[in-house]
Every structure is written in structure tokens, then in C-alpha cells.
């Protein structure tokens, strides 16, 4: 009887980590706010009682998130939001609210300025969905352009910048208006002056730069 009582509390406590999939469904609900973006077809805002987190742990939330987007696929166009979305931080504000902010990948590789907020109130309710971010995509993660060639381009370029040094180098999926590119982000350093440059991972030509003393 004991060991039957101790299986019934483990198993209890295990669900109450864990969020119902058909509880998050937001497909046919009438009592929420959604708003998408017209130029990439993804939700920019969503509004209401999207889910109840009463039951889950603070510190199991971010992973119970996931599964919110998880159940709602169609809407959010993530193909794998367990393979894509990762969380950079959650922060609480003076308000007790608490803000759970993802960053979106493909493959692995981070998508530039793509990211994902869901929004707790204090009484541990999902009310809030804001962001702005790229639908799933299938492009190869595999650059032709090494990390070291793409830094000796970026030098090349910034010949007449007087930067000196690669500070850091980083694989990306960077949007352009023709599409997603698969490109390196590198930042060079100069004495005190920083500039960023955008190398396109398959020819090695320069996508953007930007002078990084403005942000």
C-alpha cells in the first residue's frame, strides 16, 4: 500500500510539471487577441488567457513553454519549437510579471533579430505573446567560407577603417530581402572603435556592415 501511496505522489508531481497539449490549443478560441505580420507571416501579438502555469514550477516554465508553441505549430509556423527555440533569459519586472524571451535557430544556427516573448503575470497565467521572428525554413547550415577566411575578408574590407583585430566570429542566418543567407557575423576592433560586418558563408561576399560605436 505504501509503495502504491509513494507511485501515486511521484506521478502526481511529475504531471504537475507538465501542461495538458490540448489545454494550450488556441485554434478556435474566441476569447483571444492575435495579430500577425503581413510580410512574414508569423503572430507579432497575441492577447488573453493563453495558459495556465499555476501547476508548474518556476524553474520548469521556460521548458513548459515551449510546449505552448509546440501545440500551437500551424499558428506560430515552427516546424520543431523544441529543436528552435531557445531561451536567453527570464527576467521579472517591478510588476511581479515575469518575461520569458527565445531566440530562434535553424539547425542549430542562431536566425539574426529573430525573437519570441511570452509574458506570466502573477498570478501565473501566460497572458501575453509579442516578437518578431522568421516561419521555419530549410536551408543547410554548412558554410562553403571558413570562419577564418570570413574574418580576412572582413579585415580586407575594412582596410581603411584601421581595424586591427577579429573580436568575435559567430555563424548566423542573416535576412535579406531576396531571403535567408547563411552568413558570419564578425566583429573587428581597432583601438577603441568597434565595426560589424555580415560575410556571406557560401561566396564570401560582404551582406552589411555597420559601424558598432552606434550601439
Same mark, same amino acid.
Given at each position: 500500500?505504501? &509503495? =502504491?501511496?509513494?507511485?501515486?505522489?511521484?506521478?502526481?508531481?511529475?504531471?504537475?510539471?507538465?501542461? *495538458?497539449?490540448?489545454?494550450?490549443?488556441?485554434?478556435?478560441?474566441? *476569447?483571444?487577441?492575435?495579430?500577425?505580420?503581413?510580410?512574414?507571416?508569423? @503572430?507579432?501579438?497575441?492577447? +488573453?488567457?493563453?495558459?495556465?502555469?499555476?501547476?508548474?514550477?518556476?524553474? #520548469? $516554465?521556460?521548458?513548459?513553454? &515551449?510546449?505552448?508553441?509546440?501545440?500551437?505549430?500551424?499558428?506560430?509556423?515552427?516546424?520543431?519549437?523544441? #529543436?528552435?527555440?531557445?531561451?536567453?533569459?527570464?527576467? +521579472?519586472?517591478?510588476?511581479?510579471?515575469?518575461?520569458?524571451?527565445?531566440?530562434?535557430?535553424? $539547425?542549430?544556427?542562431?536566425?539574426?533579430?529573430?525573437?519570441? &516573448?511570452?509574458?506570466?503575470?502573477?498570478?501565473?497565467?501566460?497572458? $501575453?505573446? *509579442?516578437?518578431?521572428?522568421?516561419?521555419?525554413?530549410?536551408? #543547410?547550415?554548412? @558554410?562553403?567560407?571558413?570562419?577564418? #577566411?570570413?574574418?580576412?575578408?572582413?579585415?580586407?574590407?575594412?582596410?581603411?577603417?584601421?581595424?586591427?583585430?577579429?573580436?568575435?566570429?559567430? =555563424?548566423?542566418?542573416? @535576412?535579406? @530581402?531576396?531571403?535567408? $543567407?547563411?552568413?558570419?557575423?564578425?566583429?573587428?576592433?581597432? +583601438?577603441?572603435?568597434?565595426?560589424?560586418?555580415?560575410?556571406?558563408?557560401? *561566396?564570401?561576399?560582404? =551582406?552589411?556592415?555597420?559601424?558598432?560605436?552606434?550601439?
Amino acid at each position: 500500500m505504501r &509503495i =502504491l501511496f509513494l507511485t501515486a505522489v511521484l506521478i502526481g508531481l511529475s504531471c504537475a510539471n507538465r501542461l *495538458d497539449p490540448s489545454l494550450l490549443k488556441l485554434e478556435g478560441r474566441k *476569447d483571444i487577441g492575435i495579430t500577425m505580420d503581413e510580410n512574414l507571416g508569423t @503572430p507579432s501579438l497575441i492577447n +488573453g488567457s493563453l495558459a495556465d502555469l499555476s501547476g508548474i514550477k518556476k524553474e #520548469k $516554465r521556460p521548458e513548459a513553454l &515551449i510546449r505552448f508553441f509546440g501545440a500551437n505549430t500551424d499558428l506560430f509556423r515552427l516546424g520543431d519549437p523544441e #529543436k528552435e527555440l531557445r531561451l536567453i533569459r527570464a527576467e +521579472g519586472d517591478e510588476l511581479g510579471f515575469t518575461h520569458y524571451r527565445y531566440e530562434r535557430a535553424n $539547425r542549430g544556427v542562431p536566425v539574426l533579430g529573430d525573437e519570441l &516573448i511570452l509574458h506570466v503575470n502573477t498570478e501565473s497565467v501566460l497572458f $501575453r505573446f *509579442d516578437g518578431r521572428y522568421h516561419p521555419t525554413f530549410s536551408l #543547410k547550415a554548412e @558554410p562553403s567560407v571558413s570562419a577564418e #577566411k570570413a574574418g580576412r575578408l572582413a579585415l580586407d574590407a575594412a582596410a581603411d577603417r584601421r581595424m586591427e583585430r577579429v573580436e568575435r566570429n559567430e =555563424l548566423i542566418f542573416y @535576412p535579406t @530581402p531576396s531571403g535567408m $543567407r547563411l552568413a558570419w557575423h564578425v566583429t573587428l576592433a581597432g +583601438g577603441m572603435n568597434r565595426w560589424e560586418y555580415f560575410i556571406d558563408g557560401l *561566396d564570401g561576399s560582404v =551582406l552589411f556592415d555597420q559601424d558598432r560605436r552606434r550601439f
